[in-house]
């Protein structure tokens, strides 16, 4: 089921023109053959969370990412637009996983750049299925995934949940005969087990953990980032909210007790949207209910409006 969330769209009004221009006041509703530009498609669900044992609100995520971001100033007037939300009905995540990726199938094939906003990291296997089927007529293209997480989310269990997507995403790419192609930066290795560990080993995962993220080794992090995409033809990048430290991002399923900070994780993000090669973003894990005076949210706006400009710029 879809939704439109355009009540999310307030704040301040300085006037008419492009030198007042904010999110709130630049954004339209998508519609098909619409100038390509970026297309946000929010992402209603928990229930992968929920099965995952967290804590979970990530369904109210869309909306107060759009809250945050609805009076950030813009500097660029590339066009934005918002396609709504995939919301998750019950416990019927699959259904909401295929209106996702539905609707990015079709902004990806209309031209735009599209950015999910989540929601839990159920949304990795919903926006890789969407980005596949874009990809259906370049049967020989190499799709990078690029995770900034805590977690491998490599779990194998009986029902998707929020920790299996990658484990999920490495057996689509198998079955067409593709090779899984996947790093993450911020690996957490206290909240990781051997089993996740090794299975990241077998499926031949690249990594970087959180202590290695940090500012003075952030020459080290850009290469291996720029290593991964010089190797692929096209990028997803996903960020899940509980790689930040929790003083900054105290609104997610599992806040960290280390993390990455938003110095390093904004020249990450950098270095992806100036490649040339991303396709499509998303954000996940904000949990409204546990979030601090908005703190993750904003901080997450920050980010998201910081992906969207520097593409728009080096497009």
Known sequence: MTSCRSDSWKGRDDGPGLEHARWHNSISPYVPNAVPGSVIVGFASDEGVRRNQGRVGATEGPNALREAL????????????DAGDAVVSGDDLESGQ????????????????????????????ASYSGIARALDNDPSRKLGILN??????????ERATSGTGFSQIAQDE??????????????????NTRFLFDRAGELGVT???????????????????????????H??????????????APGVSAPAAYGVSMDVICDVLRVAAESGKLLHS?????????????????????????????????S
Do not use: W
């Open 70 to 81: 609805a009076s950030l100033a813009r500097h660029d007037s590339a066009p934005l637009y």
């Open 98 to 125: 295929r209106d996702f990726a539905n609707l990015i199938t079709r902004a990806l094939s209309d031209g735009h750049f599209t950015f999910g906003l989540g929601g839990g990291h159920e949304i990795a296997y």
């Open 148 to 157: 900034i997480d805590a977690h491998f989310d490599l779990r194998v269990d």
């Open 174 to 191: 198998a079955a067409a005969g593709r090779d899984f192609c996947y790093a993450a930066v911020g690996i957490s290795p206290t909240s």
């Open 207 to 233: 990594y970087m953990l959180d202590e290695q993220c940090r500012l003075d080794r952030l020459a080290e992090v850009i290469s291996f980032v720029r290593r991964f995409i010089d190797d692929v033809d």
């Open 235 to 248: 990028l997803y990048l996903t960020l899940d909210l509980d790689a930040l430290p929790a003083a900054v």
């Open 282 to 314: 998303d954000i996940a894990e904000l949990n409204p209910s546990f979030d601090v005076d908005g703190r993750t949210a904003r901080s997450a706006a920050r980010l998201i409006n910081h992906t969207i400009t520097t593409k728009d710029a080096s």
